[in-house]
């Protein structure tokens, strides 16, 4: 099965900062995609990072909040910018590693803003 | 507007007990339907479903999808603890790669 790495783990982080999380896949991937988990919520999709070209985000959520970097086929990073405690959550990068169109995750930032 | 619905929300059982997991969905350009577990943070792969009625089995677990009535279910038999969990649903549609997820469905196996 694929190894996707996420840095860092978790993070306590004050408001008004922001914070980079870094996703890394053992393989190539066309497409990778960050999720927000909410606590005792569902996944939502964030965006679509691809690489070579600008992010497509979801609904409610927008570039300056989320700006994500997709370097090359198996790296991508997604910072939360001006955090409140409303961006706690946990954040998970997937990518359908493979070739394949199963999608797996990495172990995700647990992330708590104060 | 896509959706995906799990039910039950919650539920208790005990070990040795088999539970039924269903997810229903509405999806534009139906591609597949995939099942996680979810014990801490990431959720990981259980089984992806495309066609209807082939069912797909490891272990103890075992799932099928029924594109014309838009569900699928997900068994679990001889549970033990170790199946405590939040299962998730997801399907993917419009051939984006993009997952809609379902709300979870957590399971709670009791000694």
């Known amino acids: 099965s694929a190894v996707i790495s996420q840095k860092p783990s978790r993070d306590i982080c004050q408001r008004g900062t922001s914070l980079t999380i870094q996703c890394q896949v053992d393989?190539?991937?066309?497409?990778m995609f960050w999720y927000r988990q909410q606590p005792g919520q569902s996944l939502t999709l964030i965006a679509t990072a691809n690489q070579g070209s600008e992010a497509t985000y979801e609904s409610g959520f927008v570039i300056d909040k989320f700006p994500i970097s997709r370097p090359n086929l198996t790296f991508s990073t997604l910072t939360v910018s001006n955090m409140s405690p409303e961006d706690s959550s946990i954040y998970l990068c997937s990518g359908e590693v493979g070739g394949g169109e199963t999608q797996y995750f990495g172990p995700g930032t647990r992330l708590l803003v104060l | 507007e896509d959706k995906v619905v799990q039910s039950p929300l919650s539920l208790v059982v005990h070990e040795g007990d088999t539970v039924t997991l269903n997810c229903s969905y509405e999806v534009t350009n139906f591609r597949s339907l995939l099942w996680y577990k979810q014990e801490k943070k990431a959720p990981t792969f259980l089984f992806m479903l495309t066609s209807s009625g082939i069912e797909k089995k490891s272990g103890r677990l075992s799932s099928i999808l029924d594109k014309k009535e838009l569900f699928s279910i997900l068994n679990i038999t001889a549970t033990q603890t170790g199946d405590s969990a939040v299962y998730l649903c997801a399907v993917e549609g419009s051939n984006t790669g993009k997952l809609i997820f379902g709300q979870g469905t957590t399971l709670q196996v009791k000694p």
């Open positions: 393989s190539q991937v066309t497409m």
